[in-house]
Nanobody
Framework: GQQLVESGGGSVQAGGSLILSCEPA????MAWFRQAPGSKREAIGF??????????EYTNSAKGRFTISRDNAKNTISLQMNSLKPEDTGMYYC?????????????????WGQGTQVTVSP
């Protein structure tokens, strides 16, 4: 199966920013999820690219601070995170869905990365 690889995680102080990347990104529907310590994995948002036109949707908790984008030349997707808070700490995963129709149902994504750790200190 397709192995996705996330990068860009690290430690940052509250208010800081990070950019996560995921490669490769050959599928129309790709998404970011995260899992905080002791919590279930939750969706952040997806990017759906069909005929070079992209649609991006976010969960309510991600709107305003997180931005998902795709770089077709590099075959990657990115997650720009701004104004980070300690509660953003967790493991961040990218995922890909074989079907072009996109959503944020975790079970619908066939391929996952191993995750990259983000730690936000107060």
């Amino acid at each position: 199966g397709q192995q996705l690889v996330e990068s860009g995680g690290g430690s940052v102080q509250a208010g800081g920013s990070l950019i996560l990347s995921c490669e490769p990104a050959p599928y129309a529907c790709m998404a970011w999820f995260r899992q905080a310590p002791g919590s279930k994995r939750e969706a952040i948002g997806f990017i759906s690219t069909v005929f070079e036109a992209s649609t991006v949707e976010y969960t309510n908790s991600a709107k305003g601070r997180f931005t998902i984008s795709r770089d077709n030349a590099k075959n990657t997707i990115s997650l720009q995170m701004n104004s980070l808070k300690p509660e953003d700490t967790g493991m961040y995963y990218c995922a890909a869905r074989i079907q072009w129709e996109c959503n944020l149902r975790e079970a619908d994504f066939e391929y996952w990365g191993q995750g990259t750790q983000v730690t936000v200190s107060p």
